[in-house]
């Protein structure tokens, strides 16, 4: 789902952040023909995400580098178990081991914790969708790791769908010229989503034919009513203060989609160990 070499980008940028010019203890320490083993262990139960991309991060550093993945992205891991075996170069090894650890503990972090929400909604008509609130320069891995977790991606950028917020009809005035103007200038393939505050708010948006209505921090109870007055007119999100405590009760009410930009904003990274065959 993601292009390589936008993968690679990001690996690279985040080697040299973290090189520079030398890495002065494997250089010093490591002898250049040193050659060795190692493995990934969980230390979490959660859901494996971003292997392949920790592995390409040591391809890059050794054309000899050579992998076994264990448990593929999506599956779900217990701790102890060993994600990947991997042979290369001990220089290779020990100078990409931060950075490769850090893209699959922080995918793995989003993939686990959207299994959690897509769980917790099972057996209701919502699906669990991510947002822009994503880190600078890695939205691509952690979107992918949202869909490894069963979500879904909301907008990927501000090409893909006009999306009115509060902030847009507070600089530009009504919300019916707004859509006014969006619809005598858009292409006939892109929706349009207005967020709304209010039931009086809905009617509006529901009135002028908008396809998709964001309910911003609506209640369980006003929600339910939305979803009424709506009666599969329009997508209904929700969006604000969810949680994974609450998020069951939130899809109970009928709405079509939930956001959360926790699952990239501030997600934990899951616990996984890179441990070395010693010599």
């Known amino acids: 789902m993601i292009m390589q070499f936008e993968i690679d980008d990001i690996i690279k940028k985040a080697l040299m952040e973290d090189i520079n010019y030398i890495d002065v203890t494997t250089d010093y320490l490591i002898p250049d023909d040193m050659v060795t083993t190692a493995k990934y262990v969980a230390k979490a139960d959660g859901v494996v995400c971003g292997t392949e991309v920790a592995m390409r991060v040591f391809q890059l ?32 090894l020990l100078k990409g081991e931060r950075t490769a650890l850090n893209l699959i503990q922080h995918m793995s972090g989003i993939a686990t914790a959207t299994r959690a929400c897509v769980d917790a909604v099972a057996g209701t008509k919502a699906s669990i969708a991510d947002t822009r609130k994503t880190l600078p320069g890695l939205r691509a891995l952690q979107k992918y790791s949202v869909t490894v977790g069963g ?26 010229k707004a859509v006014e103007v969006l619809r005598s200038k858009m292409g006939h393939t892109v929706k349009i989503e207005v967020e709304v505050a209010n039931l009086e708010e809905l009617q509006k948006a529901l009135d002028l034919g908008v396809e998709i209505i964001m309910l911003d921090n609506m209640d369980c109870q006003q929600m339910t009513k939305a979803v009424e007055i ?8 929700a969006s604000g203060n969810v949680t994974l405590e609450n998020i069951k ?15 990239t904003h501030s997600v934990k990274a899951f616990d996984i160990s890179m441990k070395i065959d010693k010599n």
């Open 151 to 176: 979500g879904k991606n909301h907008r990927y950028n501000l090409s893909d769908c006009a999306m009115l917020k509060d902030t847009h009809l507070d600089a530009y005035g009504s919300m019916e």
């Open 249 to 263: 009760e939130i899809a109970q009410t009928g709405v079509d989609i939930i956001s959360l930009g926790a699952l």
């Open 230 to 237: 709506t009666a599969g007119k329009a997508k209904l999100e």
């Open 61 to 92: 550093l050794d054309k000899n580098f050579e992998y076994e993945i264990l448990i593929k992205d999506g599956e779900k891991v217990s701790k102890g178990d060993i994600i990947a075996k991997f042979t290369g170069s001990a220089k290779a």
